[in-house]
């Protein structure tokens, strides 16, 4: 499929171009590493405790904030979830000195978070032995409703519990009266429920405990996991090629890595274990754009010795141009669907995924070919890359 046919776009002619706008935007990263905010690390790397909440009612992001504050929680980040006003992630810390190297002192501060979050009265009917109907599981309601409703309870149970952990419900019952539409809900049930259990305006929505030692070491695996990852495509490419060629690759990946972080460090996101993946992924995928074009390039060398250097490569870009749009366009549109309808899970590694594609496309045209052309003006090989 030619997308574009017969091109003679001069890439080369920007070359300066290229690489004062990628140097600078390196440099801007480098410094925000350094002395600005830099990347701020998720969970999986720092350590800590996530807990996702949902309020039955619209709760200002200031509200939370000030209690969780109030109540110690001062290491805390609080992000707003959806435009309901109702839903937030938040990301807590112990404090230095505090437990940072025990996993159940992190599980101890999930527990704070949420009880702080809490009113007075509900903190006060939990510590009684109350039974919150928005943090029961179905076995524990199967259990509760059986001695009064024994041919029923399994049912009410399950439904129940699906119909809180609907798209409609988000995970909390605000009232009761929202229960009558189960198939085998009854007044006399509804009336057992309102006497034996409370609807909290809090449901935890997920809760997850991370070691700093854990996050220490998945910081250094993933570390080890890019480096290897690179110094094994250097070792392919120069084989494959020359070690002009692999060079080349291996400093465009680099490139893209350090382009695509700072793109990112600036965004508020959070460097987690998917964002990592999406890295991986995308050292892949611009190593193979790079590739189209060198073997484009060493086919070309064939019947092209004559020509400038920097022609062969204009030449061999406008060639595999048309290929390069396509595969890139189609990933993009892919990247694009899961950033835009494939929730907050897998968010940010769509986001990583769609900034990499760009810088991706743009690196192996300008960046990889830019290498190769300033390779040859410094070390002037004599085989294997034309003439000057």
Not at 155 to 184: T, W, Y
Not at 200 to 220: C, F, K, M, N
Request: net charge neutral; hydrophobic share 45%; aromatic share 8%.
């Amino acid at each position: 499929m030619q997308f574009l046919k017969k091109t003679n776009i001069p890439f080369l002619k920007y070359k300066y171009i290229a690489l004062a706008v990628s140097g600078a935007v390196i440099v801007v990263g480098l410094l925000n590493f350094t002395v600005g905010k830099g990347i701020t690390q998720g969970i999986d790397f720092q350590g800590g405790a996530l807990i996702r909440v949902i309020f039955s009612s619209q709760v200002p992001i200031a509200e939370v904030r000030s209690t969780l504050n109030a109540a110690g929680i001062d290491k805390s980040r609080i992000q707003e979830v959806g435009a309901s006003g109702r839903e937030f992630l938040i990301r807590a810390m112990p404090k230095t000195g505090e437990g940072e190297e025990d996993i159940e002192a992190h599980e101890y501060l999930a527990a704070q978070v949420v009880n702080a979050l809490r009113g007075e009265d509900e903190k006060r009917v939990l510590e009684e032995g109350g039974i919150d109907l928005n943090a029961i599981d179905q076995t524990s309601l199967a259990a509760l409703l059986e001695p009064r409703f024994p041919d029923q309870a399994a049912g009410i149970a399950a439904a129940l519990v699906d119909l809180r952990n609907s798209p409609e419900f988000m995970g909390i019952i605000q009232d009761l009266s929202q229960l009558e539409q189960i198939q085998d809900m009854t007044p006399e049930v509804l009336t057992f429920l309102r006497e034996n259990t409370i609807l909290t305006r809090l449901a935890v929505l997920a809760r997850e405990s991370v070691g700093p030692q854990v996050g220490h070491d998945l910081r250094q695996k993933a570390t080890q996991a890019i480096i290897w990852a690179m110094l094994g495509m250097l070792v392919y490419i120069g084989i494959r090629f020359q070690y002009a060629y692999g060079v080349a690759a291996i400093l465009t990946l680099f490139h893209d890595v350090l382009v695509t972080m700072t793109i990112f460090s600036f965004t508020n996101r959070e460097l987690n274990l998917p964002v990592v993946a999406a890295i991986m992924t995308l050292v892949g995928y611009s190593l193979n754009d790079t590739i189209v074009i060198f073997d484009r390039v060493r086919d070309n060398l064939k019947g092209m010795r004559k020509h400038k250097f920097e022609d062969l490569l204009n030449v061999s870009i406008n060639q595999t141009l048309s290929r390069t749009i396509i595969t890139s366009g189609t990933t993009f549109l892919t990247v694009a669907a899961l950033f835009l309808f494939g929730g907050e899970v897998i968010n940010d590694f769509a986001f990583t995924m769609m900034i990499g594609v760009i810088i991706g496309t743009y690196s192996s045209i300008y960046q990889s070919c830019t290498i190769l052309h300033f390779w040859k003006k410094i070390f002037k090989p004599k085989k294997g890359m034309g003439r000057n």
